[in-house]
């Protein structure tokens, strides 16, 4: 679930320049080639779902295997034959993120100049960014509308920004749990994983790749996340069973180490491997497109920046999710009511956390009614 | 406010062993010396109040001055002439934390048999012992009853102990925005802070005294602290209008990190000066504390733990503090009123998050008034 290269996924080379959203003191950036990594399931005459990644997600969201191991592909329960996103009705894809190592140019990619990784030579990437080098993908497909884009978190960023710079491509757009701009805990708790990047020592300024990676401050940074993940009330109801069992909790292994609480060792199984696959310098590239999102602010207002969106919206939140919590979804679906846009709002009781739309049992249990409904009208 | 040995601190020296509570491989650890920092204010003929210290809090909790600038003491809105915690009236004494670096014993004293700092030889520290350390300094003034014991955070932890372990010493426990043990996100979040500082390269294990610094792990710990000290309801409060103000959000200038976003700007502040300041082994024996603090399961049941207790206990929890829920306290408040404890459960509606009780507004608007009753009683 990691978001380098997949074995199954695809690369298109486009030998063309591709040029940034951001200029650097006030010159344009492009970058000569562009590469962007993807999979896709189902027949390509059929309606086409876009599936956009959150922070960490590869282009693996399914395998269309029919079985309920949901272990690798980070979609299976969502994406596949007969699941929600049906892959036997729908052309899905899923493409990895600008910046991103999964495929998609960025940092690690090669700069054709130098023959070099591009590190911090890389221009600064957006969220528009990623999507109009999606369009440029599925331009090249022969893809001509899409009738939905979904996506979590940072995934329904994307899926917001299609809506507004292709409003004639797009029919739907399913945000889930997700927002119109970063709040200011987002901004903190990336800001905290960006310099436990930076600051370790093997980082030197991005160019790494020449010596030892900075994969310790890259497991930081990914531990920083995982405790935003889950909600606190999840935590408890997960681990705490577990503290209690233990006889003698007050061995000095615990303190000298040689053991640890279940917590804690979920934090190291979940980021310490991590941080050995994943681009350190995709992570502050990925983190810092997500701390700069704020429609509200790029457009003066969400009212102004929704203006253009002419598909249907279809807004989901958790109530339990302390990462995007509810509030952001109701000023999106708001703002959405303003604008005349249609749109349902589908709040979610559910109290597991941030991740919630990654859990098959929710999925099953609490998305796919709403998600089908939508999708069938 | 850091930990670190503040001009005003007094260090009596204790020249007896001093055995802790966990031993090491089955066998007893001590150190032959006890050292501990403390400040007091007030007559010592009044009745005495002992507040207690949180994670980095130094001794150096009031000043004595009447002004209402409160940037140094960090209880000076608390305690003082005429304040909630009148040291004309009461003999107030704060005392560093065992394990911390404030004066009183810790990985970062000179261990008398090798004429080196212990680090991580140091014994283990747990919050009876904190607690036994402060009695023997108590005991040794000639003070023969705490009139109360209050303390926020951690500091809430030592006062519940002080009732347990020395129950005819403690007329009033005070625990504030705390609880009877470490929930799973304090485990999660106290150790990604210790991996941040464990993994710095300059800890080398600990043995960094001669040599540089691991300062940037113990800052990254610090920042990973102050995202749970506020909450993100705050954040927004606090720092959303700077980002909402500014001109030219998407200029590069915050992506190549010349400016930062007032909310980043505040971490950094708060963290890199600190991690020059506090030693990083005390703060690795202070989570640890932290985190294996847990009533419940060392006694048994928090029924237990409090049976010996004959204290009156006034427990405050603020709405808003996402790191110690109010559900912690009201767990505590339940178990007093099995237990025929005397308790008096004060909730006050204030979302400002887990610092709330350092803050000067809310002391005077809605602590002062249900502490002073409760201190009268």
């Not at 298109?12 to 950036?29: A, C, R, S, Y």
């Not at 005459?45 to 269309?64: E, G, K, M, Y």
């Not at 890389?122 to 899409?146: A, C, N, W, Y």
């Not at 030892?212 to 997960?238: C, D, H, N, Q, Y």
Request: charged share 20%; with cysteine.
């Amino acid at each position: 679930m990691t978001g380098s290269i997949h074995p199954q996924a695809k690369i298109k080379v486009f030998e063309q320049p591709f040029v940034f959203e951001t200029p650097h003191m006030g010159k344009e950036e492009s970058i000569p080639v562009l590469e962007v990594g993807y999979e896709e399931w189902g027949d390509p005459r059929n309606p086409a779902i876009l599936v956009c990644c959150a922070l960490s997600q590869s282009t693996h969201a399914t395998d269309l295997h029919d079985s309920d191991d949901f272990k690798e592909p980070w979609w299976g329960a969502m994406v596949g034959p007969g699941r929600t996103i049906d892959t036997n009705r729908y052309y899905v894809l899923c493409i990895n993120m600008l910046g991103g190592c999964g495929g998609t140019s960025g940092p690690a990619s090669i700069n054709p100049d130098t023959g070099k990784p591009y590190e911090l030579q890389f221009p600064i990437v957006t969220v528009e960014d990623m999507v109009r080098s999606q369009h440029i993908l599925l331009d090249h497909l022969g893809v001509k509308k899409l009738y939905a884009v979904i996506g979590g978190s940072m995934g329904g960023f994307q899926a917001l920004v299609w809506g507004i710079l292709y409003p004639d491509f797009v029919e739907r757009i399913i945000p889930v749990g997700s927002s119109g701009y970063s709040n200011q805990f987002m901004i903190m708790t990336n800001r905290v994983q960006i310099d436990a990047i930076q600051r370790d020592a093997n980082y030197r300024g991005g160019s790494y790749h020449d010596g030892p990676l900075p994969s310790m401050g890259l497991a930081i940074a990914r531990m920083v996340g995982f405790t935003t993940f889950i909600s606190p009330i999840m935590m408890e109801r997960k681990f705490r069973k577990y503290h209690k069992s233990e006889r003698e909790p007050f061995t000095d292994a615990y303190f000298h180490q040689q053991m640890f609480h279940e917590a804690e060792n979920y934090l190291h199984t979940v980021s310490y491997p991590f941080s050995k696959d994943f681009d350190a310098n995709s992570m502050v590239y990925l983190l810092q497109s997500w701390t700069h999102f704020d429609l509200a602010v790029k457009y003066g207002s969400l009212a102004k920046a929704l203006e253009p969106v002419k598909a249907k919206m279809m807004i989901i939140a958790a109530s339990g999710d302390n990462l995007f919590p509810p509030y952001l979804a109701e000023e999106l679906v708001k703002t959405a009511n303003v604008n005349h846009i249609s749109v349902r709002y589908e709040l979610i009781e559910e109290d597991y956390g941030h991740d919630f739309f990654l859990i098959p049992e929710i999925i099953f249990e609490k998305l796919t009614v709403p998600l089908k409904e939508f999708l069938a009208e």
